[in-house]
C-alpha cells in the first residue's frame, strides 16, 4: 500500500529538479550552463533510481560519439565515453538507498568466481604504471580499466534474480536496437564535429559512416557493432522462449534483424563468432538440435540474401582476412590490402611482432608486460585487438597466467551451473548469455577486443552478463522450491528436456522446477495428485 506513496515523492522529487535544471538555463543563457544543468539533473535521477541508472549505463556502453579526447602524442590517446560518467551517481545512488533502507535479515550474496582474478588485474596494472612507457596514458588506460571493473561488479551484484536478469537482457535488446539505428543513419550520413577544450583535449563527434571509414558501425566502431549485435542476438532468442504467440515472433523478428545488420558491419570476426557459438551449441544440446536443424535452412537463406543484397563486398573482406591476395570479386577496387598488412589476419601478426620485438629487447618486459597502454604506446595501434594476448602484452607472463586460469575457473562454474540447475526461465537466459559469451570471449576475442583500452568495456560487459547469469541461477539453485520426497499419488512430472523452455511470460506459464526433497504443499495440487498438479504437457509448442 506504500508503494504509490514512494512513487509519487520520487515523481515529485524528479519534477522538481527538472524545475532547478531548466531555472539554471534559462538564467544561465549559455549552453556550458545549459549543460552543467542538465548534467545535474540526470546525475540526480540516475542516483535517485540507481538500477534503472545501471541499467541505463548498460544501454548506452556501446557508445562511443561523443567522447572526449585527451591526445598525449600524435596518434597516441586516452578516450572517455558517456557511460563512464553515468556510473559514479548511480554508485552514489545505490550507497544512499543502502544506508536508508529498513535493516532486514537477507541471505550473503556470494562473490563471483572470477572476483579474485580481476583483483589481480587491476593490482597488476596498478603496478603497473611504474614501468608503463607512457604516465599519462597509463592513467587513462587503469581510469578505463576502473570503469570496467566498476560495472562489472554493479551489475553482477544489481542482478541478483530472475526478474532483473530479464529486464538486462531487454536493456541490451533496445540498445541493440539504437546500434541498428546509428547503422542506418551511418550508411546515409557522415557526421563529425569537434569542440576544443583545452590543450590536447576535445569533445568529438564522428560517426562511424560507409563514406568516412569503408564501413558502418554507427556510434561505434564497425567491429564493436558487429559483435555487440551477436551478443544480442543470442540474448533475445533466448529472451523470446520466455513468451508466446507474437511476442515470441516479434523478438524472433529483431534477432534476425541484429544478424542482418552483423552481416552490414562486415565484421569477420563477429561472423566467426556467431557462427562457431551457434554450432558448439547445437553439438552439446541434443535436444534442441532437430527443433534448430529444422529451420537452419531458412537461416542459411536469409543470412546469404542479407549478404548479397546489403554488402557483397563482406565476402571479399572474409577473403581478404585470411590472407587472400587475388583480386577481388564483389568490391569496386580489384586489388586487396592484405599484402600491405593493412587489415586482416596480416596487419594483427605484424602489430604482435612489433610488441614481440620490443619485449624481446628487454627481457623483463616478458615477465612484467609492456605496462597499461604500453602496446599502444609501441605500435600506435588503438588495441591489441586480442582480449586474450592482451593479458599477455599488458602484464607478461604473469598476467597470460591469470588469464588462462580465470578462463578455467569461469568454465568449471559454468558447467557445474549448467548440470545443477532445473529448467527454467533462468537456466533459459542463462544458456543464453553462455552462448553469447562463448561468441563473443571465447571466439571473437581472439582476434578484437583488449583488456584495459577503450574498446575493452565491451568484453568487460559481456563477461558482467555471463557472470550475473551464473549468479542467478546459483542462488536460484540454492534457494529453488522443494519438491515431495515421495509421491504415492500419480506419476512424476517428467523434466523438461528442452534447453531453451517456454516459460511464463504474456500468456505463458513456467514449468515445474524441480527442487529439494521435502514436505509437499498437497493443498495447492489439487485432488489426487500429489506435487504432479502443476505439470503442462504444452512443452513443446
Given at each position: 500500500?506504500?508503494?504509490?506513496?514512494?512513487?509519487?515523492?520520487?515523481?515529485?522529487?524528479?519534477?522538481?529538479?527538472?524545475?532547478?535544471?531548466?531555472?539554471?538555463?534559462?538564467?544561465?543563457?549559455?549552453?556550458?550552463?545549459?549543460?552543467?544543468?542538465?548534467?545535474?539533473?540526470?546525475?540526480?535521477?540516475?542516483?535517485?533510481?540507481?538500477?534503472?541508472?545501471?541499467?541505463?549505463?548498460?544501454?548506452?556502453?556501446?557508445?562511443?560519439?561523443?567522447?572526449?579526447?585527451?591526445?598525449?602524442?600524435?596518434?597516441?590517446?586516452?578516450?572517455?565515453?558517456?557511460?563512464?560518467?553515468?556510473?559514479?551517481?548511480?554508485?552514489?545512488?545505490?550507497?544512499?538507498?543502502?544506508?536508508?533502507?529498513?535493516?532486514?535479515?537477507?541471505?550473503?550474496?556470494?562473490?563471483?568466481?572470477?572476483?579474485?582474478?580481476?583483483?589481480?588485474?587491476?593490482?597488476?596494472?596498478?603496478?603497473?604504471?611504474?614501468?608503463?612507457?607512457?604516465?599519462?596514458?597509463?592513467?587513462?588506460?587503469?581510469?578505463?580499466?576502473?570503469?570496467?571493473?566498476?560495472?562489472?561488479?554493479?551489475?553482477?551484484?544489481?542482478?541478483?534474480?530472475?526478474?532483473?536478469?530479464?529486464?538486462?537482457?531487454?536493456?541490451?535488446?533496445?540498445?541493440?536496437?539504437?546500434?541498428?539505428?546509428?547503422?542506418?543513419?551511418?550508411?546515409?550520413?557522415?557526421?563529425?564535429?569537434?569542440?576544443?577544450?583545452?590543450?590536447?583535449?576535445?569533445?568529438?563527434?564522428?560517426?562511424?559512416?560507409?563514406?568516412?571509414?569503408?564501413?558502418?558501425?554507427?556510434?561505434?566502431?564497425?567491429?564493436?557493432?558487429?559483435?555487440?549485435?551477436?551478443?544480442?542476438?543470442?540474448?533475445?532468442?533466448?529472451?523470446?522462449?520466455?513468451?508466446?504467440?507474437?511476442?515470441?515472433?516479434?523478438?524472433?523478428?529483431?534477432?534476425?534483424?541484429?544478424?542482418?545488420?552483423?552481416?552490414?558491419?562486415?565484421?569477420?570476426g563477429a561472423i566467426l563468432g556467431f557462427c562457431g557459438a551457434a554450432g558448439t551449441f547445437l553439438l552439446l544440446h541434443p535436444a534442441s538440435r532437430r527443433r534448430i536443424l529444422s529451420r537452419t535452412t531458412l537461416l542459411v537463406?536469409?543470412?546469404?540474401?542479407?549478404?548479397?543484397?546489403?554488402?557483397?563486398?563482406?565476402?571479399?573482406?572474409?577473403?581478404?582476412?585470411?590472407?587472400?591476395?587475388?583480386?577481388?570479386?564483389?568490391?569496386?577496387?580489384?586489388?586487396?590490402?592484405?599484402?600491405?598488412?593493412?587489415?586482416?589476419?596480416?596487419?594483427?601478426?605484424?602489430?604482435?611482432?612489433?610488441?614481440?620485438?620490443?619485449?624481446?629487447?628487454?627481457?623483463?618486459?616478458?615477465?612484467?608486460?609492456?605496462?597499461?597502454?604500453?602496446?599502444?604506446?609501441?605500435?600506435?595501434?588503438?588495441?591489441?585487438?586480442?582480449?586474450?594476448?592482451?593479458?599477455?602484452?599488458?602484464?607478461?607472463?604473469?598476467?597470460?597466467?591469470?588469464?588462462?586460469?580465470?578462463?578455467?575457473?569461469?568454465?568449471?562454474?559454468?558447467?557445474?551451473?549448467?548440470?545443477?540447475?532445473?529448467?527454467?526461465?533462468?537456466?533459459?537466459?542463462?544458456?543464453?548469455?553462455?552462448?553469447?559469451?562463448?561468441?563473443?570471449?571465447?571466439?571473437?576475442?581472439?582476434?578484437?577486443?583488449?583488456?584495459?583500452?577503450?574498446?575493452?568495456?565491451?568484453?568487460?560487459?559481456?563477461?558482467?552478463?555471463?557472470?550475473?547469469?551464473?549468479?542467478?541461477?546459483?542462488?536460484?539453485?540454492?534457494?529453488?522450491?522443494?519438491?515431495?520426497?515421495?509421491?504415492?499419488?500419480?506419476?512424476?512430472?517428467?523434466?523438461?528436456?528442452?534447453?531453451?523452455?517456454?516459460?511464463?511470460?504474456a500468456g505463458g506459464v513456467s514449468p515445474l522446477l524441480p527442487g529439494p526433497a521435502c514436505t509437499p504443499d498437497a493443498g495447492q495440487a489439487g485432488p489426487g495428485h500429489g506435487g504432479a498438479g502443476t505439470h503442462r504437457s504444452?512443452?513443446?509448442?
Amino acid at each position: 500500500m506504500t508503494r504509490p506513496y514512494h512513487l509519487s515523492r520520487e515523481a515529485a522529487a524528479a519534477l522538481a529538479l527538472g524545475g532547478l535544471a531548466l531555472a539554471g538555463v534559462v538564467l544561465g543563457q549559455d549552453w556550458r550552463a545549459a549543460a552543467l544543468a542538465g548534467g545535474l539533473l540526470a546525475a540526480a535521477i540516475l542516483a535517485w533510481f540507481p538500477f534503472f541508472g545501471l541499467m541505463f549505463a548498460v544501454a548506452t556502453v556501446f557508445v562511443g560519439t561523443p567522447s572526449l579526447k585527451i591526445s598525449h602524442v600524435p596518434g597516441v590517446l586516452t578516450q572517455l565515453f558517456p557511460a563512464m560518467f553515468l556510473l559514479p551517481p548511480v554508485f552514489f545512488g545505490f550507497l544512499i538507498h543502502r544506508a536508508t533502507a529498513v535493516r532486514t535479515v537477507r541471505a550473503p550474496t556470494s562473490l563471483p568466481p572470477l572476483t579474485p582474478f580481476v583483483a589481480a588485474i587491476a593490482a597488476l596494472n596498478i603496478l603497473g604504471l611504474a614501468w608503463a612507457p607512457h604516465t599519462r596514458l597509463a592513467v587513462g588506460q587503469v581510469a578505463t580499466l576502473a570503469f570496467d571493473v566498476l560495472l562489472f561488479f554493479a551489475v553482477v551484484a544489481a542482478v541478483s534474480n530472475e526478474k532483473r536478469l530479464r529486464t538486462l537482457v531487454w536493456s541490451m535488446v533496445l540498445s541493440a536496437l539504437l546500434v541498428c539505428a546509428a547503422m542506418f543513419c551511418g550508411a546515409w550520413y557522415d557526421w563529425a564535429g569537434t569542440i576544443h577544450l583545452g590543450r590536447g583535449v576535445e569533445l568529438n563527434f564522428e560517426l562511424f559512416s560507409e563514406e568516412r571509414w569503408g564501413r558502418i558501425g554507427g556510434l561505434c566502431s564497425a567491429n564493436q557493432a558487429g559483435g555487440f549485435l551477436v551478443m544480442t542476438v543470442f540474448l533475445t532468442m533466448g529472451l523470446s522462449r520466455l513468451y508466446r504467440r507474437w511476442q515470441r515472433a516479434g523478438l524472433v523478428f529483431l534477432a534476425m534483424l541484429f544478424l542482418t545488420f552483423v552481416v552490414v558491419s562486415s565484421s569477420r570476426g563477429a561472423i566467426l563468432g556467431f557462427c562457431g557459438a551457434a554450432g558448439t551449441f547445437l553439438l552439446l544440446h541434443p535436444a534442441s538440435r532437430r527443433r534448430i536443424l529444422s529451420r537452419t535452412t531458412l537461416l542459411v537463406l536469409v543470412l546469404a540474401g542479407a549478404i548479397l543484397a546489403g554488402k557483397p563486398s563482406f565476402i571479399d573482406r572474409m577473403l581478404v582476412g585470411f590472407g587472400y591476395s587475388g583480386p577481388l570479386l564483389f568490391s569496386e577496387k580489384k586489388t586487396s590490402g592484405s599484402v600491405a598488412n593493412t587489415s586482416g589476419s596480416g596487419a594483427r601478426f605484424r602489430m604482435w611482432k612489433d610488441a614481440l620485438s620490443v619485449m624481446a629487447d628487454r627481457p623483463e618486459l616478458l615477465l612484467l608486460g609492456l605496462g597499461p597502454g604500453g602496446f599502444i604506446w609501441h605500435t600506435r595501434e588503438p588495441e591489441v585487438h586480442s582480449l586474450w594476448f592482451a593479458f599477455f602484452f599488458d602484464l607478461g607472463l604473469l598476467g597470460g597466467l591469470i588469464g588462462i586460469l580465470g578462463l578455467a575457473t569461469l568454465s568449471v562454474a559454468l558447467a557445474q551451473a549448467f548440470k545443477n540447475t532445473p529448467p527454467g526461465p533462468a537456466r533459459t537466459l542463462f544458456i543464453a548469455a553462455v552462448v553469447g559469451g562463448l561468441a563473443e570471449l571465447g571466439i571473437h576475442s581472439l582476434i578484437d577486443h583488449d583488456l584495459t583500452s577503450p574498446v575493452s568495456r565491451f568484453a568487460w560487459l559481456y563477461l558482467a552478463i555471463v557472470a550475473a547469469a551464473l549468479g542467478v541461477v546459483r542462488n536460484g539453485s540454492q534457494t529453488a522450491p522443494c519438491a515431495p520426497l515421495e509421491i504415492t499419488h500419480g506419476p512424476l512430472p517428467i523434466p523438461h528436456p528442452d534447453p531453451w523452455p517456454a516459460a511464463g511470460g504474456a500468456g505463458g506459464v513456467s514449468p515445474l522446477l524441480p527442487g529439494p526433497a521435502c514436505t509437499p504443499d498437497a493443498g495447492q495440487a489439487g485432488p489426487g495428485h500429489g506435487g504432479a498438479g502443476t505439470h503442462r504437457s504444452d512443452h513443446g509448442r
